[in-house]
């Protein structure tokens, strides 16, 4: 499965943008769909993650009530709306597809390539 992520750019702090990643040569199937984040110079670290059916997600903390992921099986694409945007929200974004909806890193089995978002303040 190929994952391909983009609607990254360039957003001034209290803005919102949504990122938005689909699927190629295979299918999110019962997969959990999630999102991962790097700033620059840090680990990746956990954003969001949609489960397969009974629309259950998670949010890490920084992101918790201003961020909404959002999972389409029909279309095999997920989004994740990203509002009130700060500048620590500033890294590249990565989506993944794994067995755990709240795994570690190495447990997601497919990755994307990364799209980039800049906050300026």
């Known amino acids: 499965v190929q994952l391909q992520a983009f609607g990254g750019g360039l957003v001034q702090a209290g803005g919102s943008l949504t990122l938005s990643c689909s699927a190629s040569?295979?299918?999110?199937?019962?997969?959990?769909v999630a999102w991962f984040r790097q700033p620059a110079g840090k680990e990746r670290e956990f954003v969001a993650s949609?489960?397969?059916?009974?629309?259950?997600?998670f949010y890490a903390d920084s992101v918790k009530g201003r961020s909404t992921i959002s999972r389409d099986n029909a279309k095999n694409s997920v989004s994740l709306q990203m509002n009130k945007l700060e500048p620590e929200d500033t890294a590249t974004y990565y989506c993944?597809?794994?067995?755990?909806?709240?795994?570690?890193?190495?447990?997601?089995?497919?990755w994307g390539q990364g799209t980039l978002v800049t906050v300026s303040s």
């Open positions: 949609a489960s397969w059916g009974r629309d259950t997600t």
């Open positions: 040569g295979g299918t999110f199937g019962r997969y959990v």
């Open positions: 993944a597809l794994g067995p755990l909806a709240i795994g570690p890193e190495h447990s997601y089995y497919y």
